[in-house]
């Protein structure tokens, strides 16, 4: 059984959606004395300190992370590298950093850079909602759900230690961990997620832009599959935009591999071959059922929503 770990001050980098709800959670659980907001935007530390996330805050990572024991990164892929650099020369020796990034390639680039003095661990909680700001964090979004760590190449008996406290972090606000390599992690989330998202936004642009069709009319007879896909593509676009830029290699194959996936279809629906289709929404049905009985989705009506 991991050990529970407990924090004297945690400081959260980037006080939205993910970092608003760890730091809810870290809270609940008891497992920080203090905790700290860093964030560029004045305004979400304020809010964020008002509604009782953080204990304090400010929008300087230098001076935010002084007798730090835990700093958590949870800002846009594309930052990790600006915030690295802030890291290396004020961060406390022997801090664990961890980020909260779907990319792990680019991550753990910028953290070998970093001295050995601190002990970044990539982790990836496959956790999270359309919504962003402080206010939209929630202390149980992690639980029962997976946190992939991806930790560097280092065999020090203090990364090490940092690779179990960061372990004993997510067991704590009760996800599940897995450790995985860097590369296949990425892969498997842009099969998983990334495509996903990539699909929505292309597909709700296509809708706004078929012009026999009226903006009120895609809006007013939304069906439940389309309804979807909005609130995916509802997600934040610096976020997204840093993901594919940062996951591209990875991206792009599942791309094309889905490409083809399409063309099969196109061809069986130009062609009349009902048996390709059925076989396709079969697997794609059989797929919906493991999901749901990993628990990783709830077998009830209208995915999981309680009201229309």
């Known amino acids: 059984m991991t050990e529970q770990v407990k924090f004297d001050r945690v400081v959260i980098v980037g006080v939205g959606l993910i970092g608003s709800s760890l730091a809810r959670a870290v809270r609940e659980r008891k497992l920080a004395d203090e ?16 509604i009782g996330v953080i204990d304090d805050g400010g929008t300087t990572i230098e001076k935010g992370v002084k007798g730090a024991d835990l700093i958590v990164l949870s800002t ?19 801090v664990l950093i961890i980020d909260v990034g779907s990319v792990k390639g680019s991550v753990a680039k910028a953290a070998a850079a970093l001295p050995d003095r601190l ?16 206010e939209a964090g929630f202390a149980s979004l992690f639980e029962d759900r997976w946190c992939i760590l991806t930790p560097l190449a280092r065999e020090d008996a203090a990364y090490q230690a940092a690779v179990k406290k960061a372990e004993s972090l997510w067991i704590g606000i009760g996800a599940l961990v897995e450790v995985m390599d860097v590369q296949h992690h990425d892969l498997a989330l842009a099969v998983t997620s990334h495509l996903p998202h990539l699909i ?12 026999s069709v009226a903006h009120g009319e895609v809006i007013k007879y ?87």
Do not use: Y
């Not at 990790?80 to 890291?87: D, K, Y």
């Not at 970044?120 to 496959?126: E, K, R, Y």
């Not at 929505?200 to 012009?211: H, I, N, S, W």
């Open 200 to 211: 929505a936004f292309t597909l709700v642009g296509a809708a706004d832009d078929v012009e």
């Open 35 to 50: 905790i700290i907001g860093v964030d560029r935007d004045a305004d979400v530390i304020a809010r964020a300190k008002k």
């Open 119 to 134: 002990h970044f661990v990539p982790c990836h909680p496959v956790a999270g909602t359309e919504q962003s700001g402080p």
């Open 76 to 94: 846009p892929v594309g930052a990790i590298n600006e915030v690295c650099e802030a890291l290396s020369s004020s961060a406390p020796d022997d």
């Open 222 to 308: 939304s069906a439940g599959g389309f309804r979807d896909f909005t609130r995916i593509a509802a997600s934040d676009p610096i976020m997204w935009r840093d993901v594919f830029l940062s996951n591209k290699d990875a991206v792009l194959e599942v791309l094309g591999r889905f490409s083809e996936e399409l063309a099969v279809m196109q061809r069986a629906i130009r062609w009349g071959d009902g048996k390709a289709l059925e076989d396709a929404f079969a697997r794609g049905r059989s797929l919906r059922r493991a999901i749901v009985d990993a628990g990783q989705e709830k077998d009830v009506p209208n995915f999981g929503r309680d009201k229309e």
